[in-house]
């Protein structure tokens, strides 16, 4: 037969549960809080189809965002790689395009443009190449090829919530006509 715990071990025990339980209650309210505080952005991209066995289906994203020319960074030195940076994105039609990149988050910015926070993936001579986490979007099993064939043949936009302290969520997605 076990031995009970002593009464010092069961508070501890019950402490770790609760914490726990109170990580993954934020974590969850975190991106509920995103969408429904965050500001909507649009953004173009083209779907490519993979599949993950734990997750299911899902489109990963390459946006046109996600390519931008070295002439938009607003440093004296070059970004490294995994550097946090902040772009700064404007409407242009349909969807937001990127029109600066910082090293450190912008505090003054016209009404219309948002801070997007991303990470450099790559540098190249003439780009950067950015990632959002913000690349895959998960879909109902067997809409992921479908959607990847209309993406083909027509521009994706992305519907993304950004939040006043930072964090991104994909709302929506849809193949334009």
């Not at 715990?5 to 993954?24: C, K, T």
């Not at 934020?26 to 991106?31: F, L, M």
Request: hydrophobic letters at 40%.
């Amino acid at each position: 037969m076990a031995t009970p715990l002593p009464q010092n071990h069961r508070r501890w025990m019950l402490l770790l549960v609760a914490a726990q339980m109170l990580f993954l209650l934020a974590v969850a309210a975190a991106g509920y809080a995103t969408t429904a505080y965050g500001r909507v952005v649009t953004l173009r991209t083209l779907p490519i189809d993979p599949r993950d066995l734990l997750y299911g289906d899902y489109v990963r994203l390459n946006y046109t965002i996600s390519q931008v020319p070295t002439s938009l960074w607003q440093e004296s030195v070059l970004p490294r790689r995994r550097q946090a940076v902040y772009v700064v994105l404007r409407p242009a039609g349909e969807a937001y395009e990127a029109v600066r990149v910082y090293a450190q988050e912008p505090t003054e910015l016209p009404t219309d443009q948002i801070v997007l926070r991303g990470w450099i993936e790559d540098r190249y001579r003439r780009s950067l190449h950015i990632r959002y986490n913000l690349e895959r979007y998960y879909v109902p099993e067997g809409k992921s090829k479908e959607l990847e064939r209309k993406g083909r043949k027509h521009p994706m936009l992305v519907h993304v919530s950004i939040a006043p302290w930072g964090q991104a969520r994909i709302t929506d997605a849809q193949v334009l006509p």
